[in-house]
């Protein structure tokens, strides 16, 4: 298939290398953590940043090196999305993405199928946008080049709408789509924002500790009581929904820093975290 409506990267060149081998050669690097998961699990969904890659690239990294050799057909990235968008729920009116590893087709049939059901349960659906210059979906797609075997189809979706009922919403849709499929979910946030190093990691581990407990309600308590913070909430509590709707049993908080660790400023600090999201073979 020619493809003639590809998304051209905005961030390649700055957030992430555009030169293809050096990016490869990043994100390999990014992947050489000798964690290992504890067996039998079965990977359903992971937890990542998604700051530029020098920042979030050492924590992602954690989570994308248990991707590796991995080959499902679809792969789910929900992220928030940071411009002023009245829509609700965000996709690309692209036909793929374009990094400087190569395009990722955008799965056309997954994206009207999600869309129908989301308006049945919320009354509106997904809005597709054009030349949009969100990074914290796009910032995801090289590390699943890379760690992934084979060629795999993309759903993305951008939430600016960050309610319990939409994410909710979005989980469950989510769930019914992907039920049988031998698929993939991305959940892209950060933590906190811009606290001192102390600050940030309080409120960080609020909100691993929600992850890692499968706990999405409790993660916007945490926002509203002021005890944690997650930037992707919406995407992150969406896809946590949709993985306890299609079995999950455990998650694994694997790897934590903060902008500081790379900047040497402790001020005022972004937190990453890294989370693998599972449940066991005979749970089918």
Not at 92 to 105: E, K, N, V
Not at 136 to 152: C, D, K, N, T, W
Not at 192 to 206: C, E, G, K
Not at 256 to 279: L, M, P
Request: glycine share 8%; net charge negative.
């Amino acid at each position: 298939m020619t493809l003639t409506d590809i998304r051209p990267s905005p961030i390649a060149g700055r957030w992430y290398p555009d030169n293809p081998k050096q990016l490869a050669a990043s994100l390999d690097g990014y992947m050489s953590c000798t964690e290992s998961l504890v067996q039998p699990k079965e990977i359903m969904a992971f937890v990542v940043p998604h700051a530029g890659h020098r920042y979030s690239g050492p924590v992602a990294g954690h989570a994308f090196a248990l991707a590796r050799g991995m080959s499902p057909e679809l792969v789910v990235v929900v992220s928030p999305m940071h411009r002023a968008y009245s829509q609700p729920l965000l996709t690309s009116g692209h036909d793929a993405y374009q990094t400087p590893l190569g395009p990722i087709m955008i799965d056309q049939a997954a994206v009207a199928e999600l869309d129908t059901r989301l308006t049945k349960s919320l009354g509106f659906g997904l809005a597709p946008v054009r030349n949009d210059d969100e990074h914290s979906l796009e910032i995801e797609l090289p590390f699943l080049q890379r760690a992934l075997v084979g060629e795999f189809s993309l759903l993305p979706v951008m939430v600016r709408d960050q309610t319990p009922r939409v994410a909710r919403a979005l989980g469950q849709g989510l769930a019914k789509i992907l039920a049988g499929r031998d698929s993939l979910l991305v959940a892209s946030t950060d933590l906190s924002h811009f606290y001192p190093r102390s600050v940030a990691h309080s409120l960080d581990q609020v909100i691993l500790k929600h992850i890692a407990a499968l706990e999405p309600e409790a993660i916007f308590q945490a926002e509203r009581e002021g005890k944690g913070f997650a930037c992707g909430r919406g995407a992150l509590t969406a896809v946590i929904w949709a993985a306890k709707e299609l079995g999950a049993t455990s998650a694994t908080i694997l790897n934590y820093a903060t902008s500081g660790d790379i900047s040497g400023d402790f001020s005022q600090v972004v937190g990453y975290g890294a989370a693998v999201i599972t449940r066991t073979f005979d749970q089918r």
